[in-house]
């Protein structure tokens, strides 16, 4: 089955590499919130701590980035290491932050309209962070825009592998969160095997 696959695939890229994937994982969970925790923000009023906060998290767009750089490299057979998360922040620090933002906001528009259209073009949009690994110069909405073309006839498919998960997912819950350290990368380079597949298919049908 395709799905089953992918996983196979995310298993065996993640043979041998299993500590590193978690100890990515996990630092790049905390360093992401780890603004809030030490910041504290008020909890019912506005205040310049809310503002620092939100600040320190869009400094961190492009680690996030960068985690998903180190999936697509694993699934390619290569080393992956903490020097992945601060690529982005040497080779492409705006654009990262930029292209987040402006995914963002396009999200937050289909969201407006109705539930459905934002979750569809939620997995129109989610190839963005992969394609910019393979191609660093397309500027954000070129980004956002090969995204869209890529994922037609392949969002029903993200879903579906998505929900291929839903057991792991229970158990990551039933065990407090903390199996969610092994499932997250192993997720995350099952959705870097797709991007490989996809790209692949969508390079072979625009190849003139």
Known sequence: MYYSKLRAKARASLKGNWPIAVGLFIVSMLLAGAP????????????????????????????????????VDLSRGQKIGFAQLIEPYKTMFGKSILVSLLQGLFLFF????????????????????????DEPGLSPLQAITKSRRMMKGHKGEA??????FIGWILLGIVTLFIGFLWIAPYMSVTYAHFYNTIRAEYEENNAF
Do not use: C, Q
């Open 36 to 71: 809030e925790v030490i910041i504290n923000p008020d909890e019912y009023d506005f205040s310049w701590k809310d503002i620092a906060v939100l600040a320190f998290s869009i400094l961190f767009i492009p680690m996030t980035i960068g985690l998903v750089w180190a999936w």
């Open 110 to 133: 289909w969201f407006l309209l109705l539930f459905v259209p934002g979750i569809v073009k939620s997995f129109s949009y989610m190839m963005t962070y992969y394609i910019l690994r």
């Open 159 to 164: 879903f579906v592998l998505g929900l291929s």
